[in-house]
């Protein structure tokens, strides 16, 4: 009996790690668009921000950060967030799998120009260019965040790509502090990354759908 659980446990383990990318709102990508100018309190976001990263494969998954640089959000009458933007550093990559064996080797080929190429495309930028109060539609799916509070649209530019992505947040301000969270998943091969991207690989296949998300909280300057 011991032997058919194990080897139960062993399946399931198995059929889990088969699942595609981790749960998450998919975003809707669009062409650039423009940045419209914005009015506000400017609100810094500092360098121990981070966003995080889930790619999957057949046989498992990685997770992954990337420190966000510098960057700012616009808060206009202390209690509505109007704009922001700001700038990944890649080469602060950072596999965070809890079994570390290996990731050494992930994170420089994640690096190299088969990924993200980081030695000529050091940074990526995140700009807003619209946001609007969330609009529950009970004809769609129900989102996985829950309690998006608004529709966010903003420019991605990757390895020299420019996509406007949509997606829902959790988006607060109250005078002193504001925050922006979200979780979604992306098609990295809308920006030109493409390796791994062919069933034919089997096991090696890695899928096209990444999972993002952060949690942002940044105060109001003094």
């Known amino acids: 009996m011991n032997r058919f659980f194990a080897i139960a446990a062993v399946g399931l383990i198995a059929l889990a790690s088969c699942k595609g990318a981790p749960k998450a709102d998919e975003a809707k990508t669009t062409n650039e668009q423009q940045v419209t100018a914005t009015e506000g309190v400017v609100y810094k976001i500092d360098s121990t921000q981070?966003?995080?990263?889930?790619?999957?494969?057949?046989?498992?998954?990685?997770?992954?950060?990337?420190h966000i640089s510098e960057g700012q959000i616009s808060v206009s009458n202390?209690?509505?967030v109007a704009g922001?933007?700001?700038?990944?550093?890649?080469?602060?990559?950072?596999i965070t799998?809890?079994?570390?064996?290996?990731?050494?080797?992930?994170?420089?080929?994640?690096?190299s120009a088969d990924f993200f190429e980081v030695e000529k495309y050091p940074t990526a930028t995140f700009e807003i260019t619209d946001i609007q109060p969330y609009n529950a539609d009970s004809t769609k799916p129900a989102l996985v965040l829950a309690g998006a509070t608004h529709t966010v649209s903003g420019n991605l530019t990757l390895k020299g790509v420019t996509k406007n992505v949509t997606f829902p947040a959790i988006i607060n301000a109250n005078g002193n502090t504001a925050s922006a969270q979200a979780n979604f998943n992306i098609n990295r091969t809308d920006w030109g990354l493409v390796y791994g991207n062919d069933k034919s690989l089997g096991d090696k296949f890695i899928r096209p759908e990444v999972n993002v998300s952060f949690h942002i909280s940044v105060n109001k300057p003094q």
């Open 78 to 80: 202390d209690t509505s």
């Open 97 to 111: 799998d809890k079994d570390t064996a290996g990731t050494t080797k992930l994170a420089r080929h994640l690096a």
């Open 50 to 66: 981070v966003v995080n990263f889930i790619g999957t494969k057949p046989v498992g998954r990685h997770d992954g950060t990337f």
């Open 84 to 94: 922001g933007k700001f700038t990944m550093d890649l080469k602060s990559l950072k």
